[in-house]
């Protein structure tokens, strides 16, 4: 990690009234629905069903034993079609498994509920475990994995920020899943040992941290933190600096912080009080170019297509759809791919094209970079292919938040100038 801290403060129109005051909307899936079989970067999953096998909405269908645990649940009932290779929202085609929909949507409890109050620290991580809790704020990491090693924890953080513009789905859950979050995150306490519990929500949803605090107010030690409005405050290092004042190496648990995301705290709560697995995901689909934003729970592995036109379809002719937010989402070229269980968002903005210039030089993509690197340097790097300055630059500690192209005033894409540095060194690696 560089030693130069970028200043970490820049204000991004938000556009969140766009959605953040509609209901969510159910959407249900069309004839099937396709599970992608990876969890993060892992694709070696064992598959539990076999083709003709009749599933219901929380049977248990494959699961990742590499490294770490992660079982993965049906999200629709019906029968077992085999597998398909399908691009993925990673930008990586990959094996997806395939539910034919019987629309019955017939459910099943997959796996007994546990009262977090009497029940022990280790069997509560077992339990996060094998209910498949991942990090919903994104990166789908085992959440268990966090609590294992847990050690002198002070806080432990519970990131509401939503930093990203046009995301509204935290803000809607926590407030319609009140009893499911309040759950999770004492669950969460105790699997910790932290004394303190924060909160963070930007300061500009005062209505959020009123509600929040009025939920745990019997809870000692658990409070709604505000944090400036800025991007990119939902970054745990940001995060863990600003409530902290702790910079570490590689993991906050080197200051004694654990972070994790008001959605896994609600999928967690929902294990333990129902028996429930993550079989639907709660994201955000807005942007200029859908017609009706709005805030939608669906079946993990509904096609991107389906829930565009459950929003009203497109609002022009050409758009750019990206999964996840606007600043750190990956543009796909179409919308055949499913929505996975870490996706927080679809986002479709106008395609219109416009005309960069060369660069100005004028450092404010360094200025403004959180991880303290040179993007403009790291660019020239690629264009002349000389992978030790990007690797003395640092290229690979680049969390690819987008801020350098968002500040850009020649409209270059530095950011994607930058993931190529990142893709090169991998491969040099590897
Ligand atoms: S995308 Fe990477 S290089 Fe650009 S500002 Fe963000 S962290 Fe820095
Ligand atoms: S912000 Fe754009 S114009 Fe300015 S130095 Fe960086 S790449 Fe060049």
């Known amino acids: 990690m560089s030693l130069f801290k970028g200043p970490m403060r820049q204000h991004i129109e938000g556009f969140k009234g766009l959605t953040n005051k509609k209901d969510v909307l159910e959407v249900q899936p069309g004839k099937e629905v396709c599970i992608p079989l990876v969890c993060g970067a892992v694709t070696n999953i064992d598959i539990l069903v076999k083709e003709g096998d009749h599933v219901c909405i929380g049977t248990k269908i494959a699961q990742c034993n590499e490294g770490n645990v992660v079982p993965i649940y049906a999200s629709v009932s019906g029968t077992v079609k085999g597998t398909k290779k399908l691009m993925h929202a990673s930008l990586r085609p990959q094996e997806h498994l395939v539910i034919e929909n019987d629309g019955k949507y017939e459910k099943i409890q997959s796996f007994e509920p546990v009262d977090y109050e009497t029940a022990d620290r280790e069997s509560l991580i077992d339990f996060m475990m094998n209910a498949g809790i991942i990090g919903l704020g994104g990166a789908g990491f085992p959440s268990y994995v966090k609590y294992k090693f847990a050690k002198d924890v002070k806080m432990l953080i519970i990131n509401a920020v939503e930093c990203e513009p046009f995301i509204t789905a935290d803000y809607r859950t926590i407030q319609e899943n009140v009893k499911e979050f309040r759950t999770g995150v004492l669950a969460m306490r105790k699997m910790a040992m932290a004394k303190e519990v924060s909160i963070a929500i930007k300061k500009t949803h005062q209505d959020l941290i009123d509600f929040v605090n009025e939920a745990f107010k019997n809870d000692e030690g658990v409070k709604a933190v505000g944090v400036p409005d800025v991007y990119p405050m939902g ?20 200051v004694g912080a654990i972070v994790n995301n008001a959605e896994t705290a609600i999928a967690f709560g929902e294990a333990l009080l129902y028996g429930q697995a993550i079989t639907h995901r709660i994201l955000t ?34 758009v750019k759809l990206i999964a996840g937010g606007p600043m750190m989402g990956k543009t796909i070229v179409n919308d055949q791919f499913v929505i996975d ?23 404010q993509c360094s200025d403004h970079c959180p991880a303290g690197l040179q993007p403009v340097r790291i660019a020239q790097a690629v264009k002349t292919n000389d992978k030790s300055a990007m690797e003395r630059l640092c290229a690979m500690d680049c969390i690819e938040c987008g801020l350098c192209t968002y500040i850009c005033p020649s409209r270059l894409d530095v950011t994607e100038n930058v993931r190529k540095a990142k893709r090169q060194l991998a491969m040099a690696k590897k």
Not at 341 to 353: C, Q
Request: charged share 25%; with cysteine; glycine share 10%.
């Open 285 to 318: 689909v807005s942007g200029h170019g859908v017609k009706e934003p709005q805030n939608v729970k669906v079946p993990v592995g509904v096609a991107a297509s389906e829930v565009v036109a459950a929003c009203g379809g497109y609002a022009f002719d050409e």
């Open 235 to 254: 970054w745990e290092r940001v995060l863990v600096r600003e409530l902290l004042h702790k910079e570490y190496e590689k993991l906050p648990i080197e």
């Open 341 to 363: 269980r870490n996706m927080n968002a679809l986002t479709v903005l106008g395609n219109k094209p416009y005309d960069s210039i060369s660069c100005l030089r004028c450092g």
